[in-house]
């Protein structure tokens, strides 16, 4: 079975650009999370949905980041515009519903210059 | 909110035995998740713990005690290959939000 698949896996743009992450999680998890992990830090969340509803994104900058989940199956997250603080890996995870384990992505490696 | 705290890094011998520690502060508890994170990789999980006590996998275990928000993770016969960050994650009462630790970084030498 195929794991969470994300793209790009390395991004390099300059401040005030914008950028986009792309996550399609493993066939039939209902839940999916976008987490941003910064150097010697664990993941922290910035949103998740249950389908294609955002049931939290208390954690998501909303002046600057965006998500969508159209379909409830794969998501995008982007930022516009990027500051150099956003450098950091950006994780997608999903999990079956209710299930305890969340299954995590690959990453995109972000860094704003 | 959550405050969860673990060593930043721990250095052993290929074959022997390490004990990671978590302490943690929460409002409301529902869970305590270990992941292994290699360099460059994707966090994998490893262990749940939900009531007290000892959960043994293989080489791995992982303890918790709810009343002294407290949780070990204990890995044995350490491998090269154990080399990686482990993070300590709680989850929240009432929704499936995990918090994580900044990770412990376990170098295994020969």
């Known amino acids: 079975e195929a794991g969470v698949v994300q793209s790009p896996r390395y991004k390099i743009i300059e401040k005030k650009q914008p950028v986009a992450f792309w996550c399609n999680p493993i066939?039939?998890?209902?839940?999916l999370y976008w987490y941003r992990q910064n150097l010697g830090q664990g993941p922290e969340l910035l949103i998740r949905?249950?389908?294609?509803?955002?049931?939290?994104d208390s954690q998501l900058p909303k002046d600057r980041f965006s998500a969508e989940r159209l379909k409830g199956v794969d998501s995008t997250l982007k930022i516009q515009p990027a500051e150099l603080g956003d450098s950091a890996v950006y994780l997608c995870?999903?999990?079956?519903?209710?299930?305890?384990?969340?299954?995590f992505g690959p990453g995109t490696r972000l860094t704003v210059l | 909110g959550q405050n969860i705290d673990q060593p930043t890094e721990m250095t052993a011998t290929e074959g022997a035995i390490v004990q990671i520690n978590c302490t943690y502060q929460?409002?409301?508890?529902?869970?305590l998740f270990w992941y292994q994170q290699h360099a460059g990789e994707a966090p994998t999980f490893l262990s749940y713990?939900?009531?007290?006590g000892l959960e043994e996998k293989g080489r791995f275990s992982s303890f918790l005690s709810r009343s002294k928000g407290y949780s070990y993770l204990l890995l044995k016969e350490l491998q090269m290959k154990d080399s990686a960050s482990y993070l300590c994650?709680?989850?929240?009462?009432?929704?499936?939000?995990?918090?994580f630790g900044a990770g412990t970084t376990v170098t295994v030498r020969a």
């Open positions: 929460t409002s409301g508890f529902n869970g």
């Open positions: 994650a709680v989850r929240s009462r009432g929704d499936y939000k995990l918090s």
């Open positions: 995870a999903s999990s079956p519903r209710g299930y305890n384990e969340q299954f």
């Open positions: 949905y249950e389908n294609e509803e955002a049931v939290d």
């Open positions: 066939s039939g998890h209902n839940t």
């Open positions: 713990n939900v009531l007290d």
